[in-house]
């Protein structure tokens, strides 16, 4: 984004855009002459060029948007069909084995443990050697992604083939556990192999900010294949990953969203397992009356005790986490044997769903009665799957409790008939409640410990189940308190729970994961949107409740992982518009000044841990002139003090010295300051630094420095003692004169002169490299191969904390500058907005009240590890400090360690 | 935004804020002694802490958005429901009339013609006395206004009134108008006044972003109270508003939106004309099967005639708009009788729809039968108020569009039996389809006609009417090709002409506004959402074909009434990416450096219209210290040559004649620049001003600029110019000294000297002024009083076309500087990114394909009228141009004219 502009991207974006343009002219334009001259010549000409024209024609839309979005939603779409039917079969296998062994309890406990068991160790194992980023749901890792921060690994081939089969083996265990979150991140990563793979056609790919723009759509695209819900798809991804939203992006989202929705339906009618295109989970509500204005507030209650519920989930996923890494002994132990924790985990929720056993209770095991299953709804995906012996899949538990009927006794109708898929909710010792609320409790420690497994998975399935099932709950004791409905009429309405565990699916998945696009999503997969208003107070209730308790649980692993995040601004907190950030800028900032000497940047690089830092024109105007990386500093830094430079300075030393031998050949130094940084420094971006330019030359031949003129005997020495690069520097002289040097990485200096007769100067002591670096670090500050951003985000006093946050969040940034009509009075990083907003003290004393303070103890700053070759050098320099004076004479002795 | 940000907002800010905590210090507190005596003292002083502490928190919570969103949703509710049931009474009202007068067909005509345009003629009519600006639809208005952009008297209780009074005319005339466009507008301004009430109660509602958050959630309010649709309306006014969304507004729209829709719903309730909360126009379309695979081909085509639909209709409005402003003689005459315009569109609708007449075509009269209306779908808003004889209202044909039955004959069943309404449809000498087309015909372009008179209307309405027509129509075509449906397996699936009128009517009014979120309105104003998918791909659809040929029909209005906007990036357009900014930016600005003269001022005053001129250092360094606003450059050239100053300057040179009787008492001035800037410059803002501020002496004491030390004389008059402000300046002398000045508006100077016997000079003859003038001019300006703004918005050379529209839609930007570390290199504004996305020639030949091409014409830039008076003033220095040479010493004789 902006304010991370480097000169180098400028450059970057020249040449591509000057590639692009000579590729542009390349391709089709030397044909040109020959398609004239056959046009001229041949009779069947014209057809000709209209195939080429029509060649070019078809190769210039590839590089199109929409072709792009029509294959990934096709490519999702196959993924997520093939996914599901490859889950299904493990589950199906599962299933037969247990059937199989119904002649001995313990054959059929073993397996019914083992299987799960297997899967998940397999699947654990497999994406910890393959990539360990496709852990987890993904979510979190997208929303830093398109905050525009670059995280390694995570949208590569390795990581797409870790997380398909790792999450299919980890559904197809039967755990509580879902795929939404998951296909959000395979379908980014599919988006960015398939953008790598159109950039071999097309050119337009490369653009970051394209890229950013596909990432956006692409997880539309992952919730709208993996739920047939365009809609809610790309409304739950804005809500989940962005703070702004680009209504263009949105565009994309809903295109590829439903592209993909109708091909996943549609490969779902071909294979015969639908007649037509329909929702996932068929609701069949009475479409007249379908609820009463008085049930809304048994609604209002679903969606209060949801946010509840869905704080409380994530409080309990956090809380196990920070168990297990906080308890030395499991950690370590864990650390170990990786593979234990899963396996561990599987087998515990295993044995408590085992249905001859505790299982009976949730939903589990059905005793006798096996009823035909001709009865099934037909929206029910795969129902032939599902014998009568079983526990229900995720996908049955969903059908049968959304389902039309109501389950408790009503009145006198005692006749009612559990039917097909719906017996697995009725135990002959206890009732529909009893078995209800057991599957509430256990389902909900289960997901909140099964989402910790490292595997590939999801939380929002088992989430929507476990609030499917409690607003089942809810709907089934309003249906026995009000037999004939509430209604006063004369037509009596009777109470449909299923309603009611629609409603509580949205609400408690919304509150899990702050969003109010959960209702769209059940409207989608339940293909009935008759409940609106009561969905949508629940949900908004349940939002309301859990935000103020907890944050989302996407957010809460971003915390856990230490993830770089910016805290939103709750509602109502008006203290936002009166903070401002005068009030939390930090004043003592560190910044390197045009005319600094390389010692300045030195003790600036230790005094601060700063990732930019500000260049101002002196010290006394402090007029902000731009940013300058802290790596940029360390390798200004390090080149001055380079080996190579101490090796030509040792070289002019051996010269000056030798200089009656060599005096009929010319000696030329050719070092090319911008070659080590990798880019030319373009004229116009020089013109501001004039000054610097005109105190240290730039001329091809780097001259030796004034300062270390006299001690040319310890430049000598120095010269020798390569210590930081471990490649061979070619090129170093001309060809006149060539040297090449091998270091060996033991740190003892390997020398080969070539075309050199004379006996080799031995490398310099460490003392006297110590005294020659010294030199060099009072030498001014070449910054013609720095790359300097020129413009980096610049606030002013005044701003709020309102708009700062604004601001941030809408360009991604992680650093602004604060000036005063060009002067550079502070800064304001992530950190210290993140402080502000979650109720630090502030500058002034205003205080913040925070929003999250529940969770504050998890929150770290993210501080970024030095690269630890630099730091060394520093200190080094820090401790073997050797004063200027106390031995500005050359010492000759270059064996005798001091 | 970021970038407006002036230091007066700034201190503004902060006195604000230091009020609030003064005052959030002050209200609690002094009780709280009292509190905890009470508390010592009586038995019931707890009882009393706690009401006090309850009437508190409830005075705090006043200050939040939630109670904030409520009432908007509560307002908003109750005004849509009052302005429905108004509307529905002079339907009523129209038709009793028209039903009481069925002996005679003249008078029949008489009443159905005259009603409507006096309808239409007193809306017309009363919002231009009232408001002019509650015209039209008003989403292009909050479009610009969401922009940044401060539309003037848009947000009034005046325009509130005009616009629901205007709309409630409007609308009971039975014309094809829409309430939905509107009700943006009226929430906006509804959420604006509410603010303004609120304000009194606590003082967080002046903040101009928090403003700007409560406007985006009121366009949902807009949206969802007007269709009972909480979700599409806050997905459709994302759409048509923002270009950037933040996810927490959308928080906001949701909650408000649904609040609003619900007590809408519960108002209908309440009033007895609904059982329960359903949809607005409820359908009953089967659940199983609710459409074939192989209806899709239908459904898609749909979606394109649709887009080609909607183009032609935001064309033909614009035609119609563009042809009575280009036609003069048309336009004079109706800009005179501009209530004639309305009254003749009116008339000609009118007579076209008369029932006896051509109406009977198109849906109007149903012949003979009476039917009973008790078959009609309790959905129906006011079924009774339908009689058989009439027109139906757009509510009406809605719901016999939408309707579950066939209208064709299919095949053998040919008793089918119009019922209650749908008799409309039915015309004894012509089939269903001729009365559907000649409906659509007629109504297209009567709804472009309509929606073009200057009253308070929106177009949605009708074109969603003609869409479901439309769909209507290809849907009884597709069931009379397949009387049988087209599944060939055993089930019969008759086609469902209903689903296709859906389908049409979210296709086609998605076309003409360009949004996708038309689909969600159709589902849950249906209250079905089992045709997503067709609904998805028809609406998709036809935004790609709308959108490739015409802008939508609020960007069109935007471009008619030449606000300002920026266009969008079209698809697929990857030249963006490669074109950059210095491409496009001006590179030949003017500029304002820190040690200019007034001359200079002038001069830049003259040479550019930028409303913001770029501050730098000096010409040579070209470092951009800050940006300053037009009309502060102005002011401070007005202020050094007001009449204020003038007549000081003649003052002193009365008191330094009369220097010899005065001599006796000592004579202070104290002139504090800082007085006249209303507030004191901080002295950290101060600092960079250095510079400047070392030849413009800041000491209390304003002693003479060192630049014009030679003319002591002028510099002493200097001394009184009391600038800018026309209030008298009191405290300009000290207790020794005190002057007192009050200046007439009429220009003529009125001295009044407090405590100063002497007589009053006469002012200057007007060569002297000139002369006067032409000294002040050459002073070097003094900058400490005028507003600069001190971090304007850079962008570097580097930056795309891509990048760039996206801050500038991002921030609201208008103009940026192109800055290279620091320097000042150019400038772009919105006319050359508009010039650059719409595919002028940029400067290096990249032709950028232009996306809305055909609208190029209309393309206007908006350049703002200076303020006429100091243009006035301007003109006449450059026309009465006097050299500095004729008369640099001071003229003594002030009363003759030269």
Redesign the interface.
């Known amino acids: 984004?902006?304010g991370r502009?480097t000169q180098d991207?400028?450059?970057f974006?020249?040449d591509?855009?000057a590639r692009?343009?000579l590729q542009e002219g390349d391709t089709p334009r030397p044909r040109r002459p020959s398609e004239l001259l056959e046009y001229t010549q041949g009779r069947c000409a014209p057809c000709r060029v209209c195939a080429l024209q029509c060649q070019r024609f078809l190769i210039s839309k590839v590089?199109?948007?929409?072709v792009f979005l029509i294959l990934l939603g096709l490519v999702m779409a196959l993924v997520s069909w093939a996914m599901d039917f490859a889950i299904a079969t493990c589950l199906q296998a599962q299933k037969w084995m247990y059937g199989g062994l119904d002649t001995n309890v313990l054959l059929q406990y073993m397996a019914w443990v083992t299987y799960p068991t297997v899967l998940i160790t397999f699947s654990a194992g497999f994406t910890q050697i393959l990539a360990p980023q496709a852990v987890g749901s993904g979510i979190p890792e997208m929303k830093t992604i398109l905050r525009g921060v670059v995280l390694k690994e995570y949208l590569t081939l390795k990581t797409f083939v870790a997380k398909v089969i790792g999450l299919t083996c980890a559904l197809g265990s039967g755990m509580p556990l879902g795929k939404e979150g998951p296909f959000v991140h395979i379908a980014s990563m599919c988006a960015a192999l398939l953008s790598r793979f159109l950039s071999l056609f097309?050119g337009?790919y490369e653009?970051e900010?394209?890229n950013i723009e596909m990432l956006a759509a692409a997880c539309a695209v992952g919730v709208g294949c993996c739920f047939a819900a365009?809609?809610g798809g790309v409304?739950f991804s804005?809500?989940v990953t962005?703070?702004?939203?680009?209504?263009?992006n949105?565009?994309r989202g809903?295109?590829a969203a439903?592209f993909s929705?109708?091909i996943f339906?549609?490969l779902a009618?071909w294979n015969k397992d639908e007649?037509?295109?329909?929702?996932l989970f068929?609701t069949?509500f009475r479409?007249?009356?379908?609820?009463?204005?008085q049930e809304l507030p048994a609604f209002a209650v679903i969606g209060i005790a949801s946010g509840f519920g869905g704080a409380l989930f994530v409080y309990l996923n956090r809380k196990i986490v920070q168990f297990m890494r906080r308890q030395k002994t499991i950690n370590r132990f864990l650390m170990k044997k990786r593979l234990l924790f899963p396996a561990l985990v599987t087998l515990i929720i295993s044995t408590l769903t085992f249905p001859p056993g505790f299982g009976q209770f949730m939903a589990g095991q059905v005793p006798a009665i096996g009823v035909a299953h001709q009865s099934l709804p037909?929206g029910l995906h795969k129902p032939q799957l599902t014998p009568a012996h079983q526990q229900l899949t995720q996908k049955d538990t969903l059908v049968t409790l959304f389902d039309n009927q109501t389950w408790a006794k009503q009145g006198i109708s005692d006749e009612f008939e559990y039917l097909g898929i719906l017996e697995a909710w009725r135990h002959p010792r206890s009732n529909v409640f009893v078995t209800l609320v057991v599957f509430i409790l256990m389902k909900f420690w289960m997901s909140a410990l099964a989402t910790t497994i490292p595997v590939p998975c999801g939380a929002f399935m088992p989430v929507f189940v476990i609030g499917a099932a409690f607003g089942r709950l809810v709907g089934e004791s309003m249906a026995a308190w009000f037999p004939d409905g509430i209604?006063t009429?004369s037509?009596i309405y009777r109470i449909v729970p299923g309603g009611y565990a629609v409603v509580g699916a949205a609400a408690l998945s919304g509150a899990v994961t702050h969003t109010?696009s959960t209702?769209?999503i059940v409207?989608?997969l339940t293909?009935?949107?008759?409940h609106?208003?009561p969905v949508?107070?629940a949900v908004?209730l349940a939002?309301?409740v859990a935000q103020s308790l907890q944050p989302s649980l996407y957010d809460s692993i971003i915390r856990i992982k230490k993830l770089p995040y910016l805290p939103?601004?709750g509602?109502?907190h008006?203290e936002k518009?009166?903070v401002?950030v005068e009030d939390i800028m930090v004043r003592d900032i560190r910044y390197v000044t045009l005319n600094c000497k390389y010692r300045d940047l030195q003790q600036v690089l230790h005094s601060t841990k700063m990732k930019n830092l500000p260049l101002v024109?002196s010290a006394e105007?402090?007029?902000?002139?731009?940013s300058i990386e802290r790596t940029q500093v360390g390798a200004l830094l390090s080149s001055q003090l380079s080996p190579q430079r101490r090796l030509l300075a040792l070289r002019q030393k051996v010269l000056s010295e030798d200089g009656h031998r060599l005096s009929d050949s010319t000696i030329r130094f050719q070092i090319s300051t911008e070659t080590s940084s990798g880019t030319p420094a373009r004229p116009?971006?020089r013109?501001?630094?004039k000054p610097a330019l005109k105190r240290v030359p730039s001329s091809p031949a780097d001259s030796p420095p004034a300062g270390s003129a006299d001690h040319s005997g310890i430049a000598l020495k120095n010269l020798f003692c390569a210590n930081a690069s471990t490649e061979p520097t070619e090129g170093v002289g001309n060809p006149d004169f060539s040297i090449r040097l091998g270091v060996r990485r033991t740190g003892g200096p390997l020398l080969t002169l070539v075309g050199m007769p004379y006996p080799l100067p031995c490398p310099m002591a460490p003392p006297q490299i110590l005294e020659w670096e010294e030199q060099q670090l009072d030498q001014l500050v070449d910054f013609s191969s720095a790359k300097?951003d020129?413009?980096p985000f610049?606030?002013?006093?005044?701003?709020?904390l309102?708009?700062t946050h604004?601001?941030f969040s809408?360009?991604g940034l992680d650093h602004a500058f604060v000036?005063?009509?060009?002067?550079l009075?502070g800064m304001v990083s992530l950190k210290e907005l993140r402080k502000a907003i979650e109720g630090s003290l502030t500058g002034k004393g205003?205080k913040v009240r925070p929003p999250l303070a529940s969770f504050r103890d998890s929150t770290a700053s993210t501080t970024e590890a030095d690269t630890t070759a630099l730091r060394q050098l520093w200190d080094r320099h820090q401790h073997h400090h050797m004063p200027r004076e106390a031995g500005p004479g050359g010492d000759d002795d270059d064996d005798t360690p001091r």
């Open positions: 984004m902006y502009y991207l400028g450059t974006a020249k591509e855009a692009l343009r590089g199109e948007d929409w097309g337009f653009n900010a394209r365009p809609i409304l804005i809500e962005s703070t702004f939203f680009a209504v263009r949105y565009w809903f295109f439903t929705a109708f339906r549609v009618v007649e037509t295109i329909t929702a068929k069949r479409l007249d009356f379908p609820f009463d204005l037909q209604h009429d037509n109010v209702a769209v409207f989608e293909g009935q949107i008759s609106i208003l949508m107070i908004i939002n309301a939103e601004l509602w109502g008006h518009y009166n401002r024109e105007s402090m007029i902000l002139l731009g116009a971006l013109k501001p630094l300097i020129p413009a610049q606030l002013v006093e005044h701003t709020s309102h708009k604004t601001i809408l360009l000036t005063s009509i060009g002067r009075v205003v």
